[in-house]
């Protein structure tokens, strides 16, 4: 166990719809990632929060979006789903000092499972 | 641009046999962090460990052992006497020393250890 919870496990949405993906990060944590995981594939990198603050982003279009609460909590929001977004979406906390700097190791959860139909 | 690269898609060993997992990296960066994380079915990813690009050093930890050689852009990971409990996919990663903790996975080993 990671402490890293992550809602819902499974959701099966439409093509064109929108998705709300929740991730309650480890105890202390100030950090979090979102990576999204085909089948068969290595996870790939979306975006960070730290602070409540976008901090870095991967290759993705602006359709996917996040936010990240004062707990620390965080949302990834996905619109317009296509059928390619159908993955494990993996989101992982950890924890940054106040220079910024962490590498740390990352905390996963267990993942969401989004089927788009 | 940062890569990681694990050649082998499957493995399958009996229990107890030892294996060897390969890992192989490309940054342009002096100083990073690569990792390795275990995946079993229920789809987590489990931390193994996270080793600073200064540090050669091999790691054992049990039954595990990680062999870096910076020379060769390696990070293998080593397991022995395998075991049932082992099966699962097997990530290697990277990520940068500054900034955002982005890790850039490997497309990962599946492996089998069947009794």
């Known amino acids: 166990e990671t402490g890293v919870t992550q809602s819902p496990t499974h959701l099966i949405k439409t093509r064109g719809q929108q998705v709300t993906l929740r991730c309650s990060s480890q105890s202390g944590h100030n950090t979090v990632s979102w990576y999204q995981q085909a089948l068969g594939q290595g996870p790939q990198f979306i975006f960070q929060?730290?602070?409540?603050?976008?901090?870095g982003r991967g290759n993705f279009p602006p359709r996917f979006s996040g936010l990240q609460f004062p707990n620390y909590s965080s949302e990834l929001n996905v619109n317009a789903l296509e059928l390619d977004d159908s993955a494990l979406y993996l989101c992982?906390?950890?924890?940054?000092?106040?220079?910024?700097?962490?590498?740390?190791?990352?905390?996963f959860g267990q993942g969401t499972r989004l089927t788009v139909v | 641009a940062q890569k990681v690269t694990q050649a082998q898609t499957e493995i399958s060993v009996v229990e107890k046999e030892d294996v060897t997992l390969d890992c192989v990296y490309e940054t342009r960066d002096t100083t990073y962090y690569l990792f390795w994380y275990k995946q079993p079915p229920s789809g987590e990813l489990v931390f193994l460990i996270r080793?600073?690009?200064?540090?050669?050093q091999n790691e054992i930890s049990g039954r595990y052992s990680w062999n870096f050689q910076k020379s060769t852009s390696s990070f293998n990971f080593t397991i022995t006497a395998s075991q049932v409990v082992d099966s699962a996919v097997y990530f290697c990663a990277l990520s940068e020393a500054w900034g955002a903790q982005k890790l850039v996975f490997g497309q990962g080993t599946r492996l089998t250890i069947n009794p």
């Open positions: 992982a906390s950890s924890p940054t000092d106040l220079t910024g700097v962490g590498n740390t190791e990352a905390f």
């Open positions: 080793r600073n690009s200064f540090d050669e």
């Open positions: 929060y730290y602070r409540e603050e976008e901090n």
